[in-house]
């Protein structure tokens, strides 16, 4: 590998990337009771890239609710459970609020 020059000591500034929208988590009422995500853009992409390599999409889509929602209410909605179209429409309404599909995280570079 080839040293860089001094004045290019990288190619590309990740610490650069800076979101341009509210972060505020997502909040929706389940069972009486309220919940609430953590704005996807703020969520480790790379646990959740690694849930969908270990266990396909289905996967990816538990790891993402897993991370956003945090072990407590985790917990809370697993004792609850979840219908197939409820999780679906939880899904549609987190990544509308979100701005993104699951598996997508768009953002920005200062330039």
């Given at each position: 590998?080839?040293?860089?020059?001094?004045?290019?000591?990288?190619d590309?500034?990740?610490?650069?990337?800076?979101?341009?929208?509210?972060?505020?988590?997502?909040?929706?009422?389940?069972?009486?009771?309220?919940?609430?995500?953590?704005?996807?853009?703020?969520?480790?992409?790379?646990?959740?890239?690694?849930?969908?390599?270990?266990?396909?999409?289905?996967?990816?889509?538990?790891a993402?609710?897993?991370?956003?929602?945090?072990?407590?209410?985790?917990?809370?909605?697993?004792?609850?459970?979840?219908?197939?179209?409820?999780?679906?429409?939880?899904?549609?309404?987190?990544?509308?609020?979100?701005?993104?599909?699951?598996?997508?995280?768009?953002?920005?570079?200062?330039?």
């Amino acid at each position: 590998m080839s040293k860089a020059p001094d004045d290019k000591p990288f190619d590309f500034n990740l610490d650069s990337v800076r979101v341009e929208k509210d972060l505020r988590p997502f909040r929706f009422r389940y069972d009486g009771q309220r919940f609430e995500m953590a704005h996807r853009e703020t969520l480790d992409q790379i646990k959740m890239m690694e849930a969908v390599e270990a266990a396909g999409e289905a996967g990816g889509t538990l790891a993402s609710l897993r991370l956003a929602l945090g072990d407590d209410q985790w917990r809370e909605l697993r004792k609850i459970g979840l219908r197939g179209t409820q999780l679906q429409k939880l899904s549609d309404a987190y990544d509308a609020f979100c701005g993104t599909t699951t598996g997508e995280s768009p953002a920005s570079t200062d330039s």
